[in-house]
């Protein structure tokens, strides 16, 4: 009898401290597909795919520019008829990845922002467009700054932050490797 007790207090023992471990939600919510997003920040031109390879010695030249790791040495993007780029890029945010599209013009200044997918539980007003246009006519000559030349949004800091360092990061990419190809 002690042993059918002693299995049932261990059983209930299990069942009970399997309630008190913390459950990880996934929350992810999908805004646009690329072919939207190309819709959005290229509306009258046809972009072509092309796809880059960064070098190390390129990653390691944007990583000193911009401050900010190289994650994935691919670059997925398009060339626009007139010169420029868009480009599909990933940040972190809190805990969980955004996923971005930047249109960045043949003079190298970022034209727009869309946010294909955000992944967090929290944080999402980066999504709201005032937001995302301060980022607008923003190149590589200027270092991008949260709460100087981008505004911060309480609740949504770290998404902001990695946001503008990821813009940061293109920037300095378009200036020191995309800028360099030919049409």
Not at 19 to 42: D, G, N, R
Not at 65 to 93: A, C, K, M, T
Request: aromatic share 8%.
């Amino acid at each position: 009898m002690s042993m059918l007790r002693r299995r049932f207090l261990k059983g209930l023992i299990a069942t009970a401290a399997s309630f008190a471990l913390p459950i990880q939600v996934s929350f992810a919510k999908s805004y646009l597909t690329i072919e939207q997003a190309q819709k959005i920040l290229w509306p009258e031109q046809k972009l072509t795919p092309a796809p880059v390879d960064l070098t190390e010695q390129q990653a390691d030249l944007i990583e000193d520019l911009s401050d900010i790791r190289v994650r994935n040495h691919h670059i997925n993007s398009w060339r626009s008829e007139d010169g420029g780029w868009f480009i599909v890029d990933q940040v972190i945010g809190k805990h969980e990845n955004i996923d971005l599209a930047v249109a960045i013009s043949a003079e190298g200044k970022v034209m727009g922002i869309e946010v294909l997918t955000y992944r967090e539980t929290y944080g999402d007003q980066i999504m709201h467009p005032k937001w995302r246009a301060q980022f607008h006519g923003k190149d590589s000559s200027e270092f991008l700054k949260l709460d100087k030349q981008i505004k911060n949004i309480s609740g949504a800091t770290l998404s902001c932050r990695h946001v503008t360092d990821g813009i940061n990061r293109l920037n300095h990419t378009w200036s020191s490797v995309l800028s360099k190809i030919a049409l």
